[in-house]
């Protein structure tokens, strides 16, 4: 599944599953210009990916339209041109819906939901023009729910309606597909300031049906195969990667 010559954005492409895309995408002969809003870890992840191939790095916040604006064109002056776009910023604020303001809940919606709409909106010429590909990364809390997740859960939900509403309107040039992650384990992707060894339990591992905890190269390659020409009849498709999880019953005894 090799892309050699194409482009690809990545979005919140500095550290966890961003940066694991962003080395995959690499290794399978892609041009990288990752965007995120924190500019150290921008700049280690290019020091530690630049031998790799072409990467390049731009410092904006993906909920602010300008800087939407601003890495599609980067992406154009970079390399002339965009095959692929994943979005995958985002963040959370988890607290009780009587605690959670309306500025914390419109900042998770702002960054993990409308900015794929301003994504799409602003990079669909581009994309048309090389008959790409879109992949947004959502999360099983867009099928299921841990207390105190409204504005996450509601965003990531949104990810998987707008996916599937813009494969239709983007189709046939367009394909758009979406993954729904469940526990990635990013702990040794992170920021230097921020990196550790995984801790994880036995029982972290057992509990999933397929024997263990997801790992941000699961997600990466996935993203690989959605964007390849492999994948050519797939769109408007959400797919769960989450080790089996959302399919099991769990009830206590």
């Given at each position: 599944?090799?892309?050699?010559?194409?482009?690809v954005?990545?979005?919140?492409?500095?550290?966890g599953?961003g940066?694991?895309?962003?080395?995959?995408a690499l290794?399978?002969?892609?041009?990288v210009?990752?965007?995120?809003?924190?500019?150290?870890?921008?700049?280690?992840?290019?020091?530690?990916?630049?031998?790799?191939?072409?990467?390049?790095?731009?410092?904006?916040?993906?909920?602010?339209?300008?800087?939407?604006?601003?890495?599609?064109?980067?992406?154009?002056?970079?390399?002339?041109?965009l095959?692929?776009?994943?979005?995958?910023?985002g963040?959370?604020?988890?607290?009780?819906?009587t605690?959670?303001?309306?500025?914390?809940?419109?900042?998770?919606?702002?960054?993990n939901?409308d900015?794929?709409?301003?994504?799409a909106?602003?990079a669909?010429?581009?994309?048309?023009a090389?008959?790409?590909?879109?992949?947004?990364?959502a999360?099983?809390?867009?099928?299921?729910?841990?207390?105190?997740?409204?504005a996450?859960?509601?965003?990531k939900?949104?990810?998987?309606?707008?996916?599937?509403?813009?494969?239709?309107?983007?189709?046939p040039a367009?394909r758009?597909?979406?993954?729904?992650?469940?526990?990635?384990?990013?702990?040794?992707?992170?920021?230097?300031?921020?990196?550790?060894?995984?801790?994880?339990?036995?029982?972290?591992?057992?509990?999933?049906?397929?024997?263990?905890?997801g790992?941000p190269?699961?997600?990466?390659?996935?993203?690989?195969?959605?964007?390849?020409?492999?994948?050519?009849?797939?769109?408007?498709a959400?797919?769960v990667?989450?080790?089996?999880?959302?399919?099991?019953m769990?009830?206590?005894?």
């Amino acid at each position: 599944m090799k892309h050699q010559g194409r482009t690809v954005l990545v979005t919140g492409g500095a550290q966890g599953i961003g940066k694991a895309i962003a080395k995959t995408a690499l290794a399978r002969g892609l041009q990288v210009l990752i965007v995120d809003r924190d500019q150290a870890a921008g700049q280690e992840t290019i020091s530690e990916l630049g031998a790799q191939g072409e990467i390049r790095f731009l410092a904006a916040d993906v909920a602010q339209e300008s800087d939407v604006q601003r890495m599609v064109q980067g992406a154009l002056d970079h390399f002339g041109r965009l095959d692929y776009l994943v979005n995958n910023a985002g963040i959370m604020i988890r607290k009780p819906v009587t605690e959670l303001s309306y500025a914390e809940w419109r900042q998770v919606l702002s960054v993990n939901l409308d900015s794929i709409f301003l994504a799409a909106r602003y990079a669909t010429p581009y994309l048309r023009a090389q008959e790409g590909a879109m992949v947004n990364i959502a999360s099983t809390r867009g099928l299921m729910s841990e207390p105190d997740t409204e504005a996450y859960s509601a965003s990531k939900g949104g990810i998987i309606a707008l996916t599937h509403a813009l494969a239709i309107s983007l189709g046939p040039a367009v394909r758009v597909n979406c993954i729904s992650p469940g526990w990635i384990e990013v702990s040794e992707w992170k920021k230097q300031g921020q990196r550790h060894a995984p801790d994880l339990r036995p029982e972290d591992q057992a509990q999933h049906p397929a024997g263990r905890v997801g790992r941000p190269e699961d997600v990466a390659s996935l993203v690989m195969y959605l964007l390849s020409e492999e994948a050519g009849f797939i769109t408007g498709a959400n797919f769960v990667l989450d080790g089996g999880m959302t399919r099991k019953m769990i009830y206590v005894e």
